[in-house]
Protein backbone atom coordinates (compact mmCIF):
# COMPACT_ATOMS: atom_id res chain seq x y z
CA UNK A 1 0.00 0.00 0.00
CA UNK A 2 1.41 3.11 -1.14
CA UNK A 3 0.15 6.90 0.49
CA UNK A 4 0.06 9.88 -1.69
CA UNK A 5 -0.25 13.46 -0.42
CA UNK A 6 -3.58 15.54 -1.54
CA UNK A 7 -1.67 18.20 -3.02
CA UNK A 8 -0.28 16.03 -5.48
CA UNK A 9 3.58 17.02 -5.34
CA UNK A 10 5.52 15.13 -2.35
CA UNK A 11 6.60 11.55 -3.15
CA UNK A 12 4.37 8.71 -1.79
CA UNK A 13 5.13 7.08 1.31
CA UNK A 14 5.16 3.13 2.50
CA UNK A 15 2.90 2.55 5.95
CA UNK A 16 6.02 2.96 8.48
CA UNK A 17 6.79 6.07 6.61
CA UNK A 18 3.54 7.65 6.73
CA UNK A 19 3.47 6.72 10.55
CA UNK A 20 6.55 8.42 11.10
CA UNK A 21 5.45 11.50 9.56
CA UNK A 22 3.00 14.54 9.62
CA UNK A 23 2.64 16.86 6.97
CA UNK A 24 3.39 15.75 3.01
CA UNK A 25 6.54 18.05 1.85
CA UNK A 26 4.21 19.79 -0.38
CA UNK A 27 2.31 20.91 2.65
CA UNK A 28 -0.83 18.28 2.13
CA UNK A 29 -2.20 15.59 3.85
CA UNK A 30 -1.23 11.89 3.38
CA UNK A 31 -4.38 9.38 2.33
CA UNK A 32 -3.99 5.78 1.07
CA UNK A 33 -3.39 5.50 -3.01
CA UNK A 34 -6.14 2.84 -3.41
CA UNK A 35 -8.58 2.65 -0.58
CA UNK A 36 -9.29 -0.99 1.03
CA UNK A 37 -13.04 -2.75 0.37
CA UNK A 38 -15.10 -5.54 1.93
CA UNK A 39 -17.82 -7.29 0.44
CA UNK A 40 -21.07 -7.39 2.69
CA UNK A 41 -20.60 -10.49 3.26
CA UNK A 42 -17.18 -9.98 4.50
CA UNK A 43 -18.12 -7.23 6.83
CA UNK A 44 -21.43 -10.04 7.75
CA UNK A 45 -18.71 -12.79 8.64
CA UNK A 46 -17.33 -10.14 11.60
CA UNK A 47 -20.24 -10.40 13.69
CA UNK A 48 -20.00 -11.27 17.06
CA UNK A 49 -15.94 -9.96 16.71
CA UNK A 50 -14.41 -8.79 19.81
CA UNK A 51 -13.06 -4.93 19.23
CA UNK A 52 -9.37 -6.31 19.07
CA UNK A 53 -10.53 -8.76 16.21
CA UNK A 54 -12.34 -6.12 14.37
CA UNK A 55 -9.53 -3.80 14.46
CA UNK A 56 -7.53 -5.81 12.93
CA UNK A 57 -9.53 -7.02 9.90
CA UNK A 58 -10.15 -3.54 9.32
CA UNK A 59 -6.33 -2.13 9.87
CA UNK A 60 -4.57 -4.79 8.53
CA UNK A 61 -5.22 -4.00 4.63
CA UNK A 62 -4.11 -0.80 5.40
CA UNK A 63 -0.43 -2.03 6.97
CA UNK A 64 -0.20 -4.77 3.93
CA UNK A 65 1.93 -6.58 5.45
CA UNK A 66 4.93 -4.00 6.10
CA UNK A 67 4.30 -5.26 10.36
CA UNK A 68 3.79 -9.20 10.64
CA UNK A 69 0.35 -9.85 11.48
CA UNK A 70 1.06 -11.27 14.87
CA UNK A 71 3.04 -8.09 15.77
CA UNK A 72 0.03 -6.09 14.52
CA UNK A 73 -2.51 -8.01 16.91
CA UNK A 74 -0.17 -8.05 19.51
CA UNK A 75 -0.33 -3.96 19.22
CA UNK A 76 -3.94 -3.88 18.98
CA UNK A 77 -4.00 -6.21 22.28
CA UNK A 78 -1.88 -3.80 23.95
CA UNK A 79 -3.77 -0.82 22.81
CA UNK A 80 -7.16 -1.60 24.45
CA UNK A 81 -6.21 -3.62 27.76
CA UNK A 82 -6.31 0.18 29.18
CA UNK A 83 -9.95 0.35 28.53
CA UNK A 84 -12.36 0.41 31.38
CA UNK A 85 -15.31 -1.31 29.64
CA UNK A 86 -14.62 -4.66 28.14
CA UNK A 87 -16.84 -3.80 25.37
CA UNK A 88 -13.91 -1.00 24.32
CA UNK A 89 -16.16 0.91 22.99
CA UNK A 90 -20.32 0.13 24.27
CA UNK A 91 -23.81 1.78 22.87
CA UNK A 92 -26.18 2.93 25.27
CA UNK A 93 -29.54 3.67 24.06
CA UNK A 94 -31.63 7.08 24.35
CA UNK A 95 -34.26 6.93 22.39
CA UNK A 96 -36.45 5.43 19.64
CA UNK A 97 -33.22 3.80 17.79
CA UNK A 98 -31.21 6.67 18.95
CA UNK A 99 -28.11 5.29 19.87
CA UNK A 100 -24.46 6.56 22.12
CA UNK A 101 -21.41 5.07 20.74
CA UNK A 102 -19.09 5.76 24.26
CA UNK A 103 -15.69 6.26 22.80
CA UNK A 104 -14.65 7.66 26.55
CA UNK A 105 -13.95 4.42 27.96
CA UNK A 106 -9.98 4.75 27.33
CA UNK A 107 -6.92 5.90 30.06
CA UNK A 108 -7.69 9.81 29.07
CA UNK A 109 -11.73 9.88 28.79
CA UNK A 110 -12.00 10.86 25.27
CA UNK A 111 -12.49 8.94 22.07
CA UNK A 112 -9.02 10.22 21.20
CA UNK A 113 -7.56 7.02 23.35
CA UNK A 114 -8.58 4.75 20.08
CA UNK A 115 -6.06 5.78 17.89
CA UNK A 116 -3.70 6.98 20.34
CA UNK A 117 -2.99 4.30 22.61
CA UNK A 118 -2.62 2.50 19.58
CA UNK A 119 -0.39 5.30 17.91
CA UNK A 120 1.77 5.01 21.24
CA UNK A 121 2.46 1.01 20.84
CA UNK A 122 3.03 1.32 16.85
CA UNK A 123 5.53 3.65 16.84
CA UNK A 124 7.53 2.36 19.70
CA UNK A 125 7.64 -0.76 17.72
CA UNK A 126 8.59 0.96 15.10
CA UNK A 127 11.15 3.34 16.71
CA UNK A 128 12.70 0.15 18.76
CA UNK A 129 12.97 -1.81 15.22
CA UNK A 130 15.06 1.12 13.17
CA UNK A 131 16.82 2.23 16.82
CA UNK A 132 15.31 5.79 16.23
CA UNK A 133 14.47 8.52 18.01
CA UNK A 134 11.85 11.29 17.23
CA UNK A 135 10.41 14.43 18.17
CA UNK A 136 6.55 14.25 18.62
CA UNK A 137 4.57 17.52 18.09
CA UNK A 138 0.81 17.70 18.47
CA UNK A 139 -1.79 20.65 19.10
CA UNK A 140 -4.70 20.38 21.33
CA UNK A 141 -7.74 21.81 21.99
CA UNK A 142 -7.93 19.70 25.07
CA UNK A 143 -8.12 15.81 24.27
CA UNK A 144 -5.53 15.05 22.03
CA UNK A 145 -2.67 16.03 23.98
CA UNK A 146 -3.71 14.03 27.04
CA UNK A 147 -3.90 10.95 24.80
CA UNK A 148 -1.36 11.22 22.85
CA UNK A 149 1.16 11.87 26.43
CA UNK A 150 -0.82 9.02 27.64
CA UNK A 151 0.36 6.81 25.07
CA UNK A 152 3.48 7.84 24.41
CA UNK A 153 4.91 8.62 27.85
CA UNK A 154 6.76 5.25 27.92
CA UNK A 155 7.92 5.04 24.56
CA UNK A 156 11.92 5.65 25.19
CA UNK A 157 12.37 6.83 22.06
CA UNK A 158 10.18 9.55 21.65
CA UNK A 159 10.22 13.19 23.05
CA UNK A 160 6.90 14.47 23.23
CA UNK A 161 5.77 18.32 23.25
CA UNK A 162 2.09 19.25 23.06
CA UNK A 163 0.99 23.03 22.49
CA UNK A 164 -2.46 23.84 24.26
CA UNK A 165 -4.54 26.79 24.18
CA UNK A 166 -3.28 28.88 27.60
CA UNK A 167 -6.48 29.24 29.85
CA UNK A 168 -8.83 27.49 26.72
CA UNK A 169 -8.77 24.12 28.08
CA UNK A 170 -10.96 22.92 31.13
CA UNK A 171 -9.15 22.45 34.55
CA UNK A 172 -9.56 18.84 33.91
CA UNK A 173 -7.88 18.63 30.55
CA UNK A 174 -5.18 20.65 31.26
CA UNK A 175 -4.03 19.04 34.64
CA UNK A 176 -4.63 15.43 32.65
CA UNK A 177 -1.75 16.63 30.51
CA UNK A 178 0.43 18.85 32.79
CA UNK A 179 0.51 16.09 35.57
CA UNK A 180 2.62 13.40 33.79
CA UNK A 181 5.97 14.17 34.86
CA UNK A 182 7.92 12.11 32.64
CA UNK A 183 11.32 13.64 31.73
CA UNK A 184 10.59 12.87 27.86
CA UNK A 185 7.06 14.96 28.33
CA UNK A 186 6.71 18.81 27.92
CA UNK A 187 3.60 20.60 27.85
CA UNK A 188 3.27 24.22 26.53
CA UNK A 189 0.32 26.45 26.99
CA UNK A 190 0.44 28.58 24.23
CA UNK A 191 -0.86 32.75 24.40
CA UNK A 192 -3.48 31.86 21.44
CA UNK A 193 -5.85 29.49 20.56
CA UNK A 194 -6.06 26.23 18.82
CA UNK A 195 -6.05 27.45 15.45
CA UNK A 196 -2.32 29.28 16.64
CA UNK A 197 -1.21 25.69 18.23
CA UNK A 198 -1.90 23.91 15.03
CA UNK A 199 -0.37 26.68 13.11
CA UNK A 200 2.43 26.32 15.11
CA UNK A 201 3.01 22.52 14.61
CA UNK A 202 2.16 22.66 10.58
CA UNK A 203 4.87 25.39 10.58
CA UNK A 204 7.38 23.13 12.56
CA UNK A 205 6.70 20.18 10.16
CA UNK A 206 7.63 22.09 7.19
CA UNK A 207 11.21 23.52 8.48
CA UNK A 208 12.74 21.29 10.86
CA UNK A 209 15.92 22.96 10.82
CA UNK A 210 15.37 23.61 14.46
CA UNK A 211 15.90 20.33 15.11
CA UNK A 212 19.34 19.03 16.48
CA UNK A 213 20.80 16.22 13.38
CA UNK A 214 19.32 13.31 12.80
CA UNK A 215 16.03 14.27 14.57
CA UNK A 216 12.25 14.44 12.82
CA UNK A 217 9.20 15.34 14.30
CA UNK A 218 6.47 12.71 14.51
CA UNK A 219 3.13 14.11 14.79
CA UNK A 220 0.10 12.85 16.88
CA UNK A 221 -2.60 14.96 15.44
CA UNK A 222 -5.36 13.32 12.66
CA UNK A 223 -2.60 14.48 9.96
CA UNK A 224 -1.51 11.00 10.85
CA UNK A 225 -2.89 9.05 8.84
CA UNK A 226 -2.79 6.42 11.63
CA UNK A 227 -4.62 8.17 13.55
CA UNK A 228 -7.78 7.84 10.89
CA UNK A 229 -7.22 4.26 10.12
CA UNK A 230 -7.51 3.35 13.96
CA UNK A 231 -11.02 5.56 13.86
CA UNK A 232 -12.09 3.65 11.00
CA UNK A 233 -12.85 0.47 13.03
CA UNK A 234 -15.48 1.55 15.77
CA UNK A 235 -18.18 2.50 12.95
CA UNK A 236 -17.64 -1.28 11.59
CA UNK A 237 -18.12 -2.09 15.24
CA UNK A 238 -20.98 -0.31 16.40
CA UNK A 239 -22.90 -1.14 12.56
CA UNK A 240 -22.04 -4.53 13.41
CA UNK A 241 -23.45 -4.57 16.92
CA UNK A 242 -26.82 -3.28 15.35
CA UNK A 243 -27.29 -5.27 12.89
CA UNK A 244 -25.50 -4.49 9.65
CA UNK A 245 -24.14 -4.54 7.25
CA UNK A 246 -27.81 -6.07 6.82
CA UNK A 247 -29.51 -2.90 7.28
CA UNK A 248 -27.84 0.58 7.01
CA UNK A 249 -27.15 3.15 10.13
CA UNK A 250 -26.39 6.80 10.48
CA UNK A 251 -23.93 8.33 12.71
CA UNK A 252 -24.12 11.71 13.79
CA UNK A 253 -20.32 12.96 14.54
CA UNK A 254 -19.30 16.05 16.87
CA UNK A 255 -17.09 17.70 14.43
CA UNK A 256 -13.84 19.89 14.56
CA UNK A 257 -10.84 18.90 12.68
CA UNK A 258 -12.97 17.20 10.98
CA UNK A 259 -10.95 13.70 11.58
CA UNK A 260 -13.54 11.73 13.25
CA UNK A 261 -16.17 11.80 10.41
CA UNK A 262 -13.53 11.50 7.88
CA UNK A 263 -12.58 8.20 9.57
CA UNK A 264 -16.53 7.24 8.88
CA UNK A 265 -16.77 8.53 5.29
CA UNK A 266 -14.15 5.90 4.81
CA UNK A 267 -16.08 3.24 6.07
CA UNK A 268 -18.85 3.65 3.94
CA UNK A 269 -16.66 4.07 1.09
CA UNK A 270 -14.99 0.89 2.42
CA UNK A 271 -17.94 -1.04 2.13
CA UNK A 272 -20.15 -0.45 5.32
CA UNK A 273 -23.76 0.41 4.99
CA UNK A 274 -24.20 4.01 6.20
CA UNK A 275 -27.43 5.94 5.53
CA UNK A 276 -26.63 9.28 6.82
CA UNK A 277 -23.54 11.07 8.19
CA UNK A 278 -24.00 14.05 10.21
CA UNK A 279 -21.47 17.04 10.33
CA UNK A 280 -22.30 18.63 14.25
CA UNK A 281 -20.75 21.99 14.98
CA UNK A 282 -20.68 24.49 18.00
CA UNK A 283 -20.80 27.77 16.71
CA UNK A 284 -17.49 27.35 15.56
CA UNK A 285 -19.52 26.60 12.35
CA UNK A 286 -17.55 26.35 9.41
CA UNK A 287 -17.90 23.08 8.05
CA UNK A 288 -21.38 23.49 8.51
CA UNK A 289 -21.48 27.09 6.05
CA UNK A 290 -19.22 25.04 3.98
CA UNK A 291 -21.73 22.66 3.41
CA UNK A 292 -25.19 24.27 3.95
CA UNK A 293 -23.90 27.35 1.55
CA UNK A 294 -20.56 26.98 0.46
CA UNK A 295 -19.36 29.72 2.65
CA UNK A 296 -15.92 27.99 3.60
CA UNK A 297 -14.88 31.54 5.11
CA UNK A 298 -12.52 32.26 8.32
CA UNK A 299 -14.28 34.07 11.11
CA UNK A 300 -13.43 34.87 14.24
CA UNK A 301 -13.17 31.66 16.94
CA UNK A 302 -15.80 31.78 19.49
CA UNK A 303 -14.64 30.19 22.90
CA UNK A 304 -17.70 28.10 23.98
CA UNK A 305 -18.66 25.56 26.59
CA UNK A 306 -17.63 22.79 24.26
CA UNK A 307 -13.92 24.03 24.11
CA UNK A 308 -12.43 21.05 22.27
CA UNK A 309 -14.24 21.87 19.29
CA UNK A 310 -13.23 25.03 18.91
CA UNK A 311 -11.45 24.99 15.89
CA UNK A 312 -11.78 26.92 12.60
CA UNK A 313 -9.43 25.51 10.20
CA UNK A 314 -10.87 22.06 9.93
CA UNK A 315 -7.11 19.75 8.64
CA UNK A 316 -9.05 16.73 7.52
CA UNK A 317 -11.25 18.44 5.53
CA UNK A 318 -8.97 18.61 2.82
CA UNK A 319 -8.66 15.24 2.73
CA UNK A 320 -11.77 14.74 1.76
CA UNK A 321 -11.78 17.89 -0.71
CA UNK A 322 -9.18 15.58 -2.57
CA UNK A 323 -12.36 12.51 -3.05
CA UNK A 324 -14.70 14.94 -4.06
CA UNK A 325 -11.64 16.98 -6.54
CA UNK A 326 -11.73 13.01 -7.84
CA UNK A 327 -8.16 13.09 -6.38
CA UNK A 328 -6.46 16.35 -8.18
CA UNK A 329 -3.73 17.66 -6.29
CA UNK A 330 -3.19 20.44 -8.37
CA UNK A 331 -7.00 21.78 -7.65
CA UNK A 332 -6.23 20.89 -4.00
CA UNK A 333 -3.27 23.20 -4.08
CA UNK A 334 -5.22 26.22 -5.14
CA UNK A 335 -8.19 25.68 -3.06
CA UNK A 336 -5.57 25.54 -0.01
CA UNK A 337 -4.18 28.85 -1.28
CA UNK A 338 -7.31 30.69 -1.59
CA UNK A 339 -8.08 29.54 1.84
CA UNK A 340 -4.71 30.61 2.96
CA UNK A 341 -6.18 34.41 2.24
CA UNK A 342 -9.65 33.85 4.08
CA UNK A 343 -11.89 31.82 2.15
CA UNK A 344 -12.41 28.26 -0.24
CA UNK A 345 -15.45 27.99 -2.60
CA UNK A 346 -16.35 24.53 -3.80
CA UNK A 347 -17.18 23.85 -7.11
CA UNK A 348 -20.90 23.08 -7.99
CA UNK A 349 -19.91 19.21 -8.24
CA UNK A 350 -18.06 19.41 -5.04
CA UNK A 351 -20.69 20.82 -3.41
CA UNK A 352 -23.38 18.83 -4.60
CA UNK A 353 -21.39 15.54 -4.17
CA UNK A 354 -20.50 17.21 -0.66
CA UNK A 355 -24.25 17.57 0.38
CA UNK A 356 -24.92 14.00 -1.02
CA UNK A 357 -22.86 12.90 1.81
CA UNK A 358 -23.28 14.39 4.93
CA UNK A 359 -26.02 16.43 6.29
CA UNK A 360 -24.98 19.52 8.73
CA UNK A 361 -26.48 21.72 12.00
CA UNK A 362 -24.96 23.87 14.15
CA UNK A 363 -25.76 24.02 17.88
CA UNK A 364 -24.96 27.10 20.14
CA UNK A 365 -24.15 26.71 23.96
CA UNK A 366 -27.79 27.38 24.64
CA UNK A 367 -29.40 24.67 22.85
CA UNK A 368 -26.35 22.36 24.10
CA UNK A 369 -27.34 23.01 27.46
CA UNK A 370 -30.86 22.25 27.33
CA UNK A 371 -30.09 18.73 25.26
CA UNK A 372 -28.16 18.06 28.13
CA UNK A 373 -31.14 18.61 30.64
CA UNK A 374 -33.67 16.93 28.13
CA UNK A 375 -31.63 13.31 27.54
CA UNK A 376 -31.04 13.54 31.89
CA UNK A 377 -34.29 13.91 32.51
CA UNK A 378 -36.16 11.70 29.99
CA UNK A 379 -32.74 8.87 30.59
CA UNK A 380 -30.92 9.69 33.06
CA UNK A 381 -28.35 9.62 31.08
CA UNK A 382 -25.48 12.28 31.27
CA UNK A 383 -23.91 13.48 27.96
CA UNK A 384 -20.77 15.80 27.74
CA UNK A 385 -21.49 19.37 25.74
CA UNK A 386 -19.28 17.72 22.67
CA UNK A 387 -21.83 14.54 22.71
CA UNK A 388 -25.13 16.78 23.15
CA UNK A 389 -24.11 18.99 20.33
CA UNK A 390 -23.76 15.33 18.30
CA UNK A 391 -27.38 14.26 19.80
CA UNK A 392 -29.49 17.80 18.65
CA UNK A 393 -27.86 17.64 15.06
CA UNK A 394 -29.25 13.94 14.77
CA UNK A 395 -32.62 15.26 15.84
CA UNK A 396 -32.61 17.88 13.66
CA UNK A 397 -30.85 16.23 10.76
CA UNK A 398 -32.67 12.62 10.85
CA UNK A 399 -34.84 11.16 7.87
CA UNK A 400 -35.72 7.67 8.62
CA UNK A 401 -36.14 6.56 11.84
CA UNK A 402 -36.30 3.23 11.41
CA UNK A 403 -32.25 3.48 10.56
CA UNK A 404 -30.42 3.39 14.14
CA UNK A 405 -29.29 6.71 14.77
CA UNK A 406 -25.54 6.33 16.52
CA UNK A 407 -24.08 9.59 18.00
CA UNK A 408 -20.49 9.58 19.12
CA UNK A 409 -20.08 10.30 22.44
CA UNK A 410 -16.78 11.78 22.20
CA UNK A 411 -15.75 12.41 25.73
CA UNK A 412 -16.85 11.75 29.23
CA UNK A 413 -18.62 14.28 31.08
CA UNK A 414 -16.60 14.44 33.84
CA UNK A 415 -13.73 16.56 31.86
CA UNK A 416 -16.13 19.15 31.61
CA UNK A 417 -18.26 20.05 34.86
CA UNK A 418 -18.30 23.74 33.95
CA UNK A 419 -20.78 23.05 31.37
CA UNK A 420 -22.43 20.27 33.38
CA UNK A 421 -23.32 22.52 35.99
CA UNK A 422 -24.19 25.29 33.52
CA UNK A 423 -27.03 22.58 32.37
CA UNK A 424 -28.17 22.72 36.25
CA UNK A 425 -26.53 19.12 37.54
CA UNK A 426 -26.14 19.95 40.99
CA UNK A 427 -22.73 17.64 41.14
CA UNK A 428 -19.93 17.68 39.08
CA UNK A 429 -19.65 14.21 37.57
CA UNK A 430 -17.37 11.95 38.92
CA UNK A 431 -13.85 11.50 37.72
CA UNK A 432 -12.97 7.33 37.46
CA UNK A 433 -10.90 6.08 40.07
CA UNK A 434 -7.49 6.30 37.93
CA UNK A 435 -7.36 10.44 38.12
CA UNK A 436 -9.40 10.42 41.55
CA UNK A 437 -6.70 12.58 42.69
CA UNK A 438 -6.01 14.64 39.38
CA UNK A 439 -6.44 17.69 41.75
CA UNK A 440 -3.56 17.01 44.49
CA UNK A 441 -1.17 15.97 41.61
CA UNK A 442 1.67 18.45 40.78
CA UNK A 443 1.88 20.52 37.15
CA UNK A 444 4.42 20.98 34.76
CA UNK A 445 4.38 23.42 31.82
CA UNK A 446 5.34 26.51 30.19
CA UNK A 447 3.54 29.23 29.23
CA UNK A 448 4.71 30.57 25.94
CA UNK A 449 4.43 33.11 23.19
CA UNK A 450 2.72 32.34 20.29
CA UNK A 451 6.06 32.78 18.30
CA UNK A 452 7.89 30.25 16.95
CA UNK A 453 11.26 30.90 17.22
CA UNK A 454 10.73 30.94 21.68
CA UNK A 455 9.09 27.74 20.97
CA UNK A 456 11.83 26.02 18.90
CA UNK A 457 14.37 27.14 21.19
CA UNK A 458 12.12 26.02 24.37
CA UNK A 459 11.64 22.15 22.49
CA UNK A 460 15.85 22.46 21.72
CA UNK A 461 16.57 22.70 25.56
CA UNK A 462 13.77 20.24 26.30
CA UNK A 463 14.61 17.55 23.95
CA UNK A 464 15.09 14.57 26.86
CA UNK A 465 16.14 11.39 25.43
C1 LIG B 1 -14.46 15.74 22.71
C2 LIG B 1 -14.28 16.01 21.25
N1 LIG B 1 -15.34 15.88 20.44
C3 LIG B 1 -15.23 16.11 19.13
C4 LIG B 1 -14.04 16.52 18.55
C5 LIG B 1 -13.99 16.74 17.08
O1 LIG B 1 -13.32 15.66 16.43
P1 LIG B 1 -12.59 15.91 15.07
O2 LIG B 1 -11.53 16.91 15.30
O3 LIG B 1 -12.02 14.59 14.69
O4 LIG B 1 -13.61 16.41 14.12
C6 LIG B 1 -12.92 16.69 19.37
C7 LIG B 1 -11.61 17.15 18.85
O5 LIG B 1 -11.46 17.68 17.82
C8 LIG B 1 -13.04 16.40 20.74
O6 LIG B 1 -11.97 16.48 21.54
N1 LIG C 1 -10.18 18.27 19.61
C1 LIG C 1 -8.83 18.01 19.35
C2 LIG C 1 -8.20 18.94 18.36
C3 LIG C 1 -7.09 18.28 17.61
O1 LIG C 1 -7.65 17.34 16.75
P1 LIG C 1 -6.89 16.12 16.12
O2 LIG C 1 -7.94 15.07 16.02
O3 LIG C 1 -6.38 16.57 14.81
O4 LIG C 1 -5.77 15.70 17.02
C4 LIG C 1 -8.12 18.00 20.68
O5 LIG C 1 -8.77 17.66 21.65
O6 LIG C 1 -6.98 18.32 20.80
Redesign the pocket.
Known sequence: MKYISTRGQAPSLSFEEVVLTGLASDGGLYVPEKLPEFSREEIASWAGLSYQELAFKVMAPFVDGEIPDEDLRGLIDKAYQSFRHQGIAPLVQTGHNEWILELFQGPTL?F?DFALQFLGHLLDYILQKRDQKVVVM????????S??IEGCRRCENIDIFIL?PHNRVSNV?RRQMTTVLEDNVHNIALDGN?DDC?NMVKASFADQSFLPEGRQLVA????NWA?IMAQIVYYFYASLALGGPHRPVSFSVPT??F??IFAGYLAKRMGLPIDQLVIATNSNDILHRAISSNDHSKQELHHTLSP??D?MVS??FERMLFDLYDRDGAAIAQLMEDFKSGAMHLSDSALSRARELFASHKVDDDRMLEVIRDVFENTEYLLDPHTAIGVDAARATRKDHSIPMVCLATAHPAKFPEAVQKAGQEEDPKLPHHMADLFDREERYEVLPNDAETVHEFMRGHLAC
Open positions: AKGATSGDTGAAHQFQVNSIRGNGDSMISN
